[in-house]
RNA sequence: GGGCGCGUAGCUCAGCUGGUCUAGAGCGCUACCCUUACAAGGUAGAUGUCACAGGUUCGAUCCCUGUCGCGCCCACCA
């Protein structure tokens, strides 16, 4: 007979296991198999990325997905990897360098890029590393990169067939711009944080009258909350139904300090009542003002450079850094009495999702992608059901930014990614700089699109050819993942097999970055949807409701957890404590659910597996031998099958997780267990030990896969991994209903007897006698076939038990449901006491008969009701009633 | 400015289409127990105007409206 070491240590079984089952290849998806294809999209990690609490989470869900899946027959595909997260990356590499005193400058592209794939052989695959660590069971034989050379040509395949299509464009925006990482970012890598900001007015002066004495005549005053902006100042600009300005109407405004002459312009979108009505105008440094100066046909002047100083046209400024410039300047206005005043202002600053550095929109010439043509089809698929939301307000999230598209800014200027594949001719582009070339849609002369040096111009045969020198936003890889990774644009098996895939699991904070950029991926260049289910969990924070960051130096470690406690008692927990949707508020005492709940399972196996000895074999218990209690925990069993694959199925995981956990503690364990130790049948309780605990173990495996698996194999009879065994399945019969009714007075009359026991202090090792008034004869008949159960659980004895056994003199009284029990207990009654517990108790049910009674004299909810809730009110009011008056008369009796 | 989520036991939270709710769980607390799987355990127990105010309904923790408190996301009010 084998045996389960009699301490729970998961470190010593946990690599173990992962081991064997990566020798058995069984995380390996076949497409050319015959079952059912089953998969769901990993979210690459970020290839700088180390396992954070979040991705524990994340993955523990998606794992407990495709375990199941997994056991219910499915072909199951889990496709794993990284991304090679360019800005990032980029980062970590230059850090380094700059410790060694050197730029990326210093060593050049090649170089450096050299240096940044070295950092990521090096580096890479550590999270690779902690998700095995963590249980997850994906095909790692697939692990894809981003930059990796078939997702490379998807990129490239991507770009073509939107430049060909028109999708593409370059052109002059505001973006952006980080002037720490020095590169454009999307409008998502730009997050918005309010901050205690001030808005300065100052006084434009108009041209010709400097004495500065009347405002509106003399001057105009000006509200911003970036003053250094003023340098780019064009023209200040007014609502025209504004009538403090009507009289300004063609005269012309002198910017303060430079002396540029600034234009009076009038338009509906200012805002007459912010600030002071008046508005600068900075084309090259402000959305709105873009638009504005785009309307009425102003100069663009950029004045700063890519790390956020001041540029040649500030004159004396330049070189200043952005924010010094704003102290300098308001300094300068000040002296110049051209100061009105500052007032706090709290506003929403936009900073970099890498560096944290405030972002400075900033005029520059980017790549686009043209979003609205894709958009169309991803609202649809929406908006039909054909993919759903997990819970479903995210959809009217994603539907919101989805029908608000704006433009993706695609190109970054930094290194490490994929270059952007445009040739550009110098011949045709009579040597321009290529950064300065602007790209309205295909066609353009002098372009050549691909990865190669075209060698030769298409147009004009010349031969002098440059590349762009951006890359690509990593998320333009990102988002072609599900497809990409299967081989695309080649057509393979495993494409037409494992797409669409059928779930994604992910954080809200990705919705608009990834998710919803795959679906229009997915559509346009796939034609089908990527995956039909989106599930999204919420975000991990620590105990006061931050978010968990390695900044804010709150992050658990989930491999110092795993350390601590093992990896099922860090996924059992997190599941447990993360309901549908809502954010997770976590602690280390948290991690105590998992912990004993694996050492709960643990002991009752080896329980079992102890007691069970040569008796229980494979073979299932005969059915004709089955007792109450037998039959009760089937049963159960039968309802936790049924219960935990629902919720599982809907994506309620910690539903899943506490039906699992109350049935194997409080029903297999608390009372099943007990009770098999009294068993004078063995063998029988043996076999149905054992059935029951191979069903929990399965139905288990997905959320503590490395002790199931350990169990497992030292189960007689257990035949191969518990990993692809077959999940259990629910009968379609309801099970055993007066076994259920039976067990439950069993249950409900040892309840009561250690009730009055504990509350008599009676002792421990003595033996109380019980008399007991059953008023069914059902229920009479499942009591007495478990005498012997009954008289050891409770440590009592029957002296009588029938329909009319009547109270004793000198006895306590108590109740189980229906059942009322007396124990005799001669003199050491006090009376005073039990006076007072039946007081209490009778005051409590009357309250709820009360309610009851009021319900039922109520015509409408007679008229009203359905029958059955009827039915039942008048069944409980019938409960109550025989529990009162037992109560009272046993009151009576004590006086 | 728009959108969303949350206020339920001392703490952390479940409670999915209103009646199976006499509102649950875990932790904590009280009493007893080293009963030969488990003290990371067992047995028994205490604790709730389900944030507040209205409304709909025969009936509301659940649906609607408003108020207060907390949190998140989106947004070009300079």
Same mark, same amino acid.
């Given at each position: 007979?084998?045996?389960?070491?009699?301490?729970?240590?998961?470190?010593?079984?946990?690599?173990?296991?992962?081991?064997?089952?990566?020798?058995?290849?069984?995380?390996?998806?076949?497409?050319?198999?015959?079952?059912?294809?089953?998969?769901?999209?990993?979210?690459?990690?970020?290839?700088?990325?180390?396992?954070?609490?979040?991705?524990?989470?994340?993955?523990?869900?998606?794992?407990?997905?495709?375990?199941?899946?997994?056991?219910?027959?499915?072909?199951?595909?889990?496709?794993?990897?990284?991304?090679?997260?360019?800005?990032?990356?980029?980062?970590?590499?230059?850090?380094?360098?700059?410790? &060694? #005193? /050197?730029?990326?400058?210093?060593?050049?592209?090649? !170089?450096?890029?050299? @240096?940044?794939? *070295?950092?990521? +052989? =090096?580096?890479?695959?550590?999270?690779?590393?902690?998700?095995?660590?963590?249980?997850?069971?994906?095909?790692?034989?697939?692990?894809?990169?981003?930059?990796?050379?078939?997702?490379?040509?998807?990129?490239?395949?991507?770009?073509?067939?939107?430049?060909?299509?028109?999708?593409?464009?370059?052109?002059?925006?505001?973006?952006?711009?980080?002037?720490?990482?020095?590169?454009?970012?999307?409008?998502?890598?730009?997050?918005?944080?309010?901050? &205690? #900001? /001030?808005?300065?007015?100052?006084?434009?002066?108009? !041209?010709?009258?400097? @004495?500065?004495? *009347?405002?509106? +005549? =003399?001057?105009?005053?000006?509200?911003?909350?970036?003053?250094?902006?003023?340098?780019?100042?064009?023209?200040?600009?007014?609502?025209?139904?504004?009538?403090?300005?009507?009289?300004?109407?063609?005269?012309?405004?002198?910017?303060?300090?430079?002396?540029?002459?600034?234009?009076?312009?009038?338009?509906?979108?200012?805002?007459?009542?912010?600030?002071?009505?008046?508005?600068?105008?900075?084309?090259?440094?402000?959305?709105?003002?873009?638009?504005? #100066?785009?309307?009425?046909?102003?100069?663009?002047?950029?004045?700063?450079?890519?790390?956020?100083?001041?540029?040649?046209?500030?004159?004396?400024?330049?070189?200043?850094?952005?924010?010094?410039?704003?102290?300098?300047?308001?300094?300068?206005?000040?002296?110049?009495?051209?100061?009105?005043?500052?007032?706090?202002?709290?506003?929403?600053?936009?900073?970099?999702?890498?560096?944290?550095?405030?972002?400075?929109?900033?005029?520059?010439?980017?790549?686009?992608?043209?979003?609205?043509?894709?958009?169309?089809?991803?609202?649809?698929?929406?908006?039909?059901?054909?993919?759903?939301?997990?819970?479903?307000?995210?959809?009217?999230?994603?539907?919101?930014?989805?029908?608000?598209?704006?433009?993706?800014?695609?190109?970054?200027?930094?290194?490490?990614?994929?270059?952007?594949?445009?040739?550009?001719?110098?011949?045709?582009?009579?040597?321009?700089?290529?950064?300065?070339?602007?790209?309205?849609?295909?066609?353009?002369?002098?372009?050549?699109?691909?990865?190669?040096?075209?060698?030769?111009?298409?147009?004009?045969?010349?031969?002098?050819?440059?590349?762009?020198?951006?890359?690509?936003?990593?998320?333009?890889?990102?988002?072609?993942?599900?497809?990409?990774?299967?081989?695309?644009?080649?057509?393979?098996?495993?494409?037409?097999?494992?797409?669409?895939?059928?779930?994604?699991?992910?954080?809200?904070?990705?919705?608009?970055?990834?998710?919803?950029?795959?679906?229009?991926?997915?559509?346009?260049?796939?034609?089908?949807?990527?995956?039909?289910?989106?599930?999204?969990?919420?975000?991990?924070?620590?105990?006061?409701?931050?978010?968990?960051?390695?900044?804010?130096?709150?992050?658990?470690?989930?491999?110092?957890?795993?350390?601590?406690?093992?990896?099922?008692?860090?996924?059992?927990?997190?599941?447990?404590?993360?309901?549908?949707?809502?954010?997770?508020?976590?602690?280390?005492?948290?991690?105590?659910?998992?912990?004993?709940?694996?050492?709960?399972?643990?002991?009752?196996?080896?329980?079992?597996?102890?007691?069970?000895?040569?008796?229980?074999?494979?073979?299932?218990?005969?059915?004709?031998?089955?007792?109450?209690?037998?039959?009760?925990?089937?049963?159960?069993?039968?309802?936790?099958?049924?219960?935990?694959?629902?919720?599982?199925?809907?994506?309620?995981?910690?539903?899943?997780?506490?039906?699992?956990?109350?049935?194997?503690?409080?029903?297999?364990?608390?009372?099943?267990?007990?009770?098999?130790?009294?068993?004078?049948?063995?063998?029988?309780?043996?076999?149905?030990?054992?059935?029951?605990?191979?069903?929990?173990?399965?139905?288990?495996?997905?959320?503590?896969?490395?002790?199931?698996?350990?169990?497992?194999?030292?189960?007689?009879?257990?035949?191969?991994?518990?990993?692809?065994?077959?999940?259990?399945?629910?009968?379609?019969?309801?099970?055993?209903?007066?076994?259920?009714?039976?067990?439950?007075?069993?249950?409900?009359?040892?309840?009561?007897?250690?009730?009055?026991?504990?509350?008599?202090?009676?002792?421990?090792?003595?033996?109380?006698?019980?008399?007991?008034?059953?008023?069914?004869?059902?229920?009479?008949?499942?009591?007495?076939?478990?005498?012997?159960?009954?008289?050891?659980?409770?440590?009592?004895?029957?002296?009588?038990?029938?329909?009319?056994?009547?109270?004793?003199?000198?006895?306590?009284?108590?109740?189980?449901?229906?059942?009322?029990?007396?124990?005799?207990?001669?003199?050491?009654?006090?009376?005073?006491?039990?006076?007072?517990?039946?007081?209490?108790?009778?005051?409590?049910?009357?309250?709820?008969?009360?309610?009851?009674?009021?319900?039922?004299?109520?015509?409408?909810?007679?008229?009203?009701?359905?029958?059955?809730?009827?039915?039942?009110?008048?069944?409980?009011?019938?409960?109550?009633?025989?529990?009162?008056?037992?109560?009272?008369?046993?009151?009576?009796?004590?006086?």
């Amino acid at each position: 007979m084998k045996e389960l070491p009699t301490k729970y240590d998961p470190q010593a079984i946990e690599e173990s296991i992962y081991a064997e089952w990566t020798a058995e290849r069984l995380f390996r998806a076949d497409e050319n198999s015959l079952k059912p294809p089953y998969s769901v999209v990993i979210p690459p990690p970020n290839v700088t990325g180390i396992l954070h609490i979040g991705h524990a989470l994340n993955n523990t869900i998606q794992d407990i997905i495709v375990r199941m899946k997994r056991m219910q027959g499915y072909e199951t595909l889990w496709m794993p990897g990284t991304d090679h997260a360019g800005i990032a990356t980029q980062n970590v590499v230059e850090r380094q360098l700059s410790r &060694e #005193g /050197k730029t990326r400058h210093d060593l050049g592209r090649e !170089k450096f890029l050299k @240096r940044v794939w *070295k950092w990521k +052989e =090096d580096h890479g695959s550590t999270i690779i590393r902690q998700l095995k660590r963590l249980g997850c069971s994906c095909d790692w034989d697939r692990t894809r990169f981003t930059m990796d050379e078939g997702l490379s040509r998807a990129v490239k395949e991507v770009f073509v067939r939107l430049y060909e299509e028109g999708l593409l464009y370059k052109g002059d925006y505001i973006i952006n711009w980080c002037p720490r990482c020095e590169t454009a970012l999307s409008d998502e890598e730009s997050e918005h944080r309010d901050l &205690e #900001g /001030k808005l300065y007015y100052i006084k434009y002066p108009v !041209k010709g009258r400097e @004495r500065l004495e *009347k405002e509106g +005549e =003399d001057y105009v005053v000006v509200a911003t909350t970036r003053p250094e902006t003023m340098l780019g100042d064009v023209a200040v600009a007014m609502n025209p139904d504004d009538p403090r300005y009507k009289g300004l109407k063609g005269k012309t405004l002198l910017l303060p300090i430079l002396k540029r002459e600034l234009k009076v312009i009038f338009d509906g979108n200012v805002d007459p009542s912010f600030g002071t009505g008046a508005l600068k105008v900075t084309p090259a440094h402000d959305p709105v003002d873009f638009e504005l #100066g785009a309307r009425h046909g102003l100069e663009r002047i950029n004045v700063m450079t890519s790390d956020g100083k001041i540029n040649s046209v500030g004159g004396d400024y330049e070189g200043m850094d952005r924010f010094e410039c704003r102290e300098t300047i308001i300094e300068d206005l000040i002296q110049r009495k051209l100061f009105v005043k500052s007032e706090d202002h709290r506003h929403a600053v936009g900073h970099c999702y890498r560096c944290h550095t405030i972002v400075e929109p900033r005029l520059s010439k980017q790549w686009f992608v043209r979003m609205k043509p894709l958009s169309v089809e991803a609202i649809k698929v929406v908006r039909d059901g054909r993919i759903k939301f997990y819970p479903d307000r995210w959809g009217k999230v994603y539907l919101n930014w989805m029908e608000n598209i704006r433009d993706w800014c695609i190109s970054r200027q930094i290194w490490w990614g994929h270059r952007i594949p445009v040739w550009y001719c110098k011949d045709c582009l009579d040597d321009h700089d290529v950064r300065d070339i602007t790209i309205d849609g295909p066609g353009h002369k002098g372009i050549v699109i691909g990865n190669e040096n075209p060698g030769k111009c298409p147009s004009c045969g010349g031969t002098r050819f440059e590349q762009d020198p951006d890359v690509l936003d990593t998320w333009f890889s990102s988002w072609l993942w599900p497809f990409s990774t299967l081989g695309w644009p080649e057509k393979t098996r495993a494409g037409e097999v494992f797409y669409p895939t059928k779930a994604l699991v992910t954080a809200q904070e990705i919705i608009f970055f990834w998710v919803a950029r795959m679906i229009m991926a997915g559509l346009k260049f796939r034609g089908a949807i990527p995956f039909s289910d989106v599930y999204i969990h919420g975000t991990v924070r620590d105990a006061t409701g931050a978010k968990m960051s390695k900044s804010l130096g709150n992050v658990i470690d989930p491999l110092e957890v795993i350390k601590e406690v093992g990896s099922d008692a860090l996924r059992y927990s997190i599941i447990s404590i993360t309901s549908q949707g809502q954010d997770v508020f976590l602690s280390r005492e948290k991690f105590d659910i998992g912990r004993n709940f694996a050492n709960k399972v643990w002991n009752a196996s080896r329980y079992v597996l102890m007691t069970i000895g040569e008796l229980a074999g494979s073979a299932p218990p005969d059915a004709s031998r089955l007792g109450t209690a037998d039959k009760w925990i089937l049963s159960s069993l039968d309802t936790t099958v049924r219960n935990v694959t629902s919720s599982l199925d809907a994506y309620r995981f910690s539903e899943a997780a506490s039906e699992l956990y109350d049935f194997i503690w409080h029903k297999y364990c608390d009372w099943y267990l007990e009770m098999s130790k009294l068993s004078e049948d063995k063998e029988t309780t043996s076999r149905v030990l054992v059935l029951v605990l191979k069903e929990s173990l399965k139905l288990l495996h997905p959320f503590m896969p490395f002790l199931t698996e350990a169990i497992w194999g030292m189960i007689p009879g257990a035949d191969g991994r518990i990993m692809t065994a077959a999940w259990p399945v629910a009968s379609d019969e309801p099970g055993s209903s007066d076994a259920v009714r039976g067990m439950e007075k069993i249950i409900a009359l040892v309840t009561s007897i250690r009730n009055v026991r504990a509350f008599w202090n009676i002792e421990h090792k003595a033996k109380v006698r019980v008399l007991v008034n059953v008023p069914s004869s059902r229920d009479l008949d499942a009591l007495k076939n478990n005498l012997l159960y009954i008289r050891r659980l409770a440590g009592c004895e029957i002296v009588e038990m029938g329909p009319e056994v009547e109270r004793p003199a000198q006895s306590v009284a108590s109740l189980a449901g229906d059942i009322r029990l007396f124990v005799p207990l001669g003199g050491a009654i006090d009376i005073e006491k039990e006076k007072s517990r039946v007081a209490r108790k009778i005051g409590e049910v009357e309250k709820y008969l009360g309610g009851i009674d009021k319900k039922l004299s109520n015509a409408s909810f007679l008229d009203n009701a359905p029958g059955d809730v009827v039915a039942k009110e008048k069944e409980k009011k019938a409960r109550f009633e025989r529990e009162v008056a037992t109560l009272k008369d046993n009151l009576a009796a004590l006086s």
